[in-house]
């Protein structure tokens, strides 16, 4: 199956992680609204893992139309606490709320990866990181937000690992790749299985 291979995300940090991989790769952004799509699986009760895939689908679907006979990568991810599943904080105050409940407990980031040719889904794969977030104050939160600024926003936690909100942590298990929100290596165990890059 050596097809040429379309990512259906807009991310920089999706397209710099295949890039530094040496793949060869047209990126264009799904047009999906990602709240209609997840209000009903999660009234319905779907696994966080399970509305990641639903959205990781939609995207590449979404692309897949304008590529005939290419493999389209379509990902995306979800991140839970329990029972909760949360999204992006909608200002500073919701961001410092997601913080300081996840003060001393572990959460989930759940990230979902489907290949699809055509209509057809040709693989699907989640990997999930458990990430435990270290006692924090109130006074700490508001501190560590002020310095990060308005980037607290653009994440489902409010925090950026690969910057000051590697201080929030005391315990990351999982790759660094499924944090990002693209496992990198089942991906390429995967095209090199399908043939599309040199096994």
Do not use: C
């Given at each position: 199956?050596?097809?040429?291979?379309?990512?259906?995300?807009?991310s920089?940090?999706r397209r710099?992680?295949?890039e530094?991989a040496?793949?060869?790769f047209?990126?264009?952004a799904?047009?999906?609204d990602?709240r209609?799509?997840?209000k009903?699986?999660?009234e319905?009760g779907?696994?966080p893992e399970t509305?990641?895939?639903?959205l990781?689908?939609?995207?590449?679907r979404?692309?897949a139309?304008?590529?005939?006979?290419?493999?389209v990568?379509?990902?995306?991810?979800t991140?839970?606490l329990?029972?909760?599943?949360y999204h992006?904080p909608k200002?500073?105050?919701?961001a410092?709320?997601?913080?300081?409940?996840?003060?001393g407990k572990?959460h989930r980031?759940n990230?979902?990866?489907?290949?699809?040719?055509?209509?057809?889904?040709?693989?699907?794969?989640?990997?999930?990181?458990?990430?435990?977030?270290r006692p924090?104050?109130?006074a700490?939160?508001?501190?560590?937000?002020?310095?990060?600024?308005?980037k607290?926003?653009s994440s489902v936690g409010a925090?950026?690992?690969?910057g000051?909100?590697i201080?929030?942590?005391?315990?990351?298990?999982?790759?660094?790749f499924?944090?990002?929100?693209?496992?990198?290596?089942p991906l390429?165990?995967?095209?090199r299985?399908l043939g599309t890059?040199?096994?």
């Amino acid at each position: 199956m050596n097809l040429s291979l379309v990512l259906a995300s807009a991310s920089p940090f999706r397209r710099a992680l295949l890039e530094n991989a040496g793949l060869v790769f047209e990126a264009k952004a799904a047009k999906i609204d990602e709240r209609t799509l997840e209000k009903p699986l999660e009234e319905a009760g779907a696994a966080p893992e399970t509305v990641a895939l639903a959205l990781a689908e939609a995207k590449a679907r979404d692309v897949a139309r304008h590529y005939g006979e290419a493999l389209v990568i379509g990902s995306d991810q979800t991140m839970s606490l329990e029972a909760r599943v949360y999204h992006k904080p909608k200002d500073m105050a919701e961001a410092a709320r997601h913080l300081l409940s996840l003060s001393g407990k572990t959460h989930r980031l759940n990230s979902a990866i489907v290949l699809l040719h055509g209509e057809e889904v040709v693989w699907r794969h989640v990997s999930s990181a458990h990430m435990t977030v270290r006692p924090l104050t109130a006074a700490f939160v508001d501190r560590h937000l002020q310095r990060v600024g308005e980037k607290a926003l653009s994440s489902v936690g409010a925090y950026q690992l690969e910057g000051e909100g590697i201080q929030l942590f005391e315990k990351i298990e999982g790759d660094y790749f499924t944090i990002l929100g693209l496992p990198m290596l089942p991906l390429l165990a995967k095209l090199r299985e399908l043939g599309t890059i040199d096994a």
